[in-house]
């Protein structure tokens, strides 16, 4: 599958749907697909604004591949620098427990663990820290797992179904909160792209009202736990980030801009 007819043909087809990176899709689709009619159903999922991402069943994050289908949220750039921020935050201060909440396909706390464990990162041991990825949802954390247990990382991450934190016993802990929770608002969500609204999971998206349900919620629960001590890191949407920077505004937010300039995350620490 690789003469030049078929080549533009992809190109078409992705041009058409709006994909802002055809021609590496349109390469990926190539080495994809065995035949004629592979290629015509792939074309048809295209044409039905279905993401690249879902039809192959993998995604690239942090330069990492994972498995992801539409029980999980395709991995967004923007996100890997909450990664890079979780990295620093741990060579910058040792931490008995590193829970990612609302993990969907894993990707956060995988590439974090991953990066730790190269010696041109982080030149300590992870062996004495707990790490565990929460979800809500079953179906997403049969995603995380399979990327848990593709990486293997098994013996090192816990996946765990809980409403944010509730189910963790974190007292007396020094404690690494990674949070990407559904944070659209509401009315907001209805002018996503098609494409999203139409396949990726409404409940990893929306936030409710104001976009800041969940991180109420995750505010409720670490007040119920007695740590130790703790550093949250969470993303955030810009038209929404001084209502959730109030939220928590005892622990003296910090506004962190992504690699597109937007204020997307907060850091803080107790």
Same mark, same amino acid.
């Given at each position: #599958? =690789?003469?030049?007819?078929?080549?533009?043909?992809?190109?078409?087809?992705?041009?058409?749907?709006?994909?802002? *990176?055809?021609?590496?899709?349109?390469?990926?689709?190539?080495?994809?697909?065995?035949?004629?009619?592979?290629?015509?159903?792939?074309?048809? =999922?295209?044409?039905?604004?279905?993401?690249?991402?879902?039809?192959?069943?993998?995604?690239?994050?942090?330069?990492?591949?994972?498995?992801?289908?539409? =029980?999980?949220? @395709?991995?967004? /750039?923007?996100?890997?620098?909450?990664?890079?921020?979780?990295?620093?935050?741990?060579?910058?201060?040792?931490?008995?427990?590193?829970?990612?909440?609302?993990?969907? +396909?894993?990707?956060?706390?995988?590439?974090?663990?991953?990066?730790?464990?190269?010696?041109?990162?982080?030149?300590?041991?992870?062996?004495?820290?707990?790490?565990?990825?929460? *979800?809500? +949802?079953?179906?997403?954390?049969? /995603?995380?797992?399979? =990327?848990?247990?593709?990486?293997?990382?098994?013996?090192?991450?816990?996946?765990?179904?809980?409403?944010?934190?509730?189910?963790?016993?974190?007292?007396?802990?020094? /404690?690494?909160?990674?949070?990407?929770?559904?944070?659209?608002?509401?009315?907001?969500?209805?002018?996503?792209?098609? +494409?999203?609204?139409?396949?990726?999971?409404?409940?990893?998206?929306?936030?409710?009202?104001?976009?800041?349900?969940?991180?109420?919620?995750?505010? +409720?629960?670490?007040?119920?736990?007695? #740590?130790?001590?703790?550093?949250?890191?969470?993303?955030?949407?810009?038209?929404?980030?001084?209502?959730?920077?109030? @939220?928590? /505004?005892?622990?003296?937010?910090?506004?962190?801009?992504? @690699?597109?300039?937007?204020?997307?995350?907060? @850091?803080?620490?107790?």
């Amino acid at each position: #599958m =690789n003469n030049l007819s078929q080549l533009f043909e992809i190109q078409k087809a992705l041009k058409d749907a709006n994909y802002p *990176d055809y021609k590496r899709v349109s390469k990926e689709i190539i080495e994809f697909v065995e035949d004629e009619k592979d290629l015509k159903k792939v074309l048809d =999922n295209i044409k039905k604004d279905k993401p690249w991402e879902y039809i192959c069943g993998n995604a690239e994050f942090y330069t990492i591949p994972f498995k992801v289908n539409q =029980n999980v949220l @395709i991995p967004r /750039v923007e996100t890997e620098k909450l990664v890079g921020l979780a990295i620093q935050e741990y060579k910058d201060k040792k931490f008995d427990t590193v829970v990612d909440i609302g993990t969907g +396909s894993g990707c956060i706390i995988i590439a974090l663990v991953k990066s730790l464990r190269l010696p041109t990162i982080y030149k300590g041991k992870i062996k004495d820290t707990e790490f565990y990825a929460t *979800d809500k +949802s079953s179906k997403a954390l049969k /995603v995380a797992r399979k =990327n848990i247990k593709e990486h293997k990382l098994e013996e090192i991450i816990k996946a765990r179904k809980m409403d944010i934190i509730n189910r963790i016993k974190l007292e007396d802990k020094n /404690v690494l909160l990674l949070a990407n929770l559904p944070y659209i608002p509401k009315e907001e969500y209805k002018e996503l792209d098609k +494409s999203v609204k139409k396949y990726e999971p409404k409940g990893a998206l929306e936030g409710g009202l104001s976009g800041n349900k969940y991180y109420k919620r995750l505010l +409720s629960q670490i007040k119920e736990k007695d #740590m130790k001590s703790f550093t949250l890191i969470l993303e955030t949407e810009e038209s929404i980030i001084d209502e959730t920077k109030d @939220i928590f /505004v005892e622990y003296n937010p910090k506004v962190i801009k992504d @690699i597109y300039e937007k204020n997307r995350f907060l @850091i803080m620490r107790d």
